[in-house]
């Protein structure tokens, strides 16, 4: 019984592990992939609008 004890947590932190790494492999890509380069794209636009924005006003 000692054997069960001492394999249990290796155990659940494997399925865990998988779990994690599966989950992080869906996420990636399809519907989600638009969503995260959008907001990207959102992201990097607001940058530019600012830099050039600094530029305008102390130009």
């Known amino acids: 019984m ?3 004890i001492a394999l249990f947590p290796p155990t659940v932190m494997a399925v ?3 779990c994690l790494i599966v989950t992080m ?3 990636q ?3 989600n992939k638009y969503k995260e380069d959008a907001a990207a794209d959102a992201m990097a ?3 530019a609008a600012r830099v ?3 530029e ?3 130009g």
């Open 29 to 31: 890509g399809g519907a």
């Open 56 to 58: 305008g006003r102390a």
């Open 25 to 27: 492999v869906r996420s």
């Open 45 to 47: 636009a607001a940058s």
């Open 52 to 54: 050039e924005a600094r």
């Open 16 to 18: 865990a592990f998988t």
């Open 2 to 4: 000692d054997y069960v």
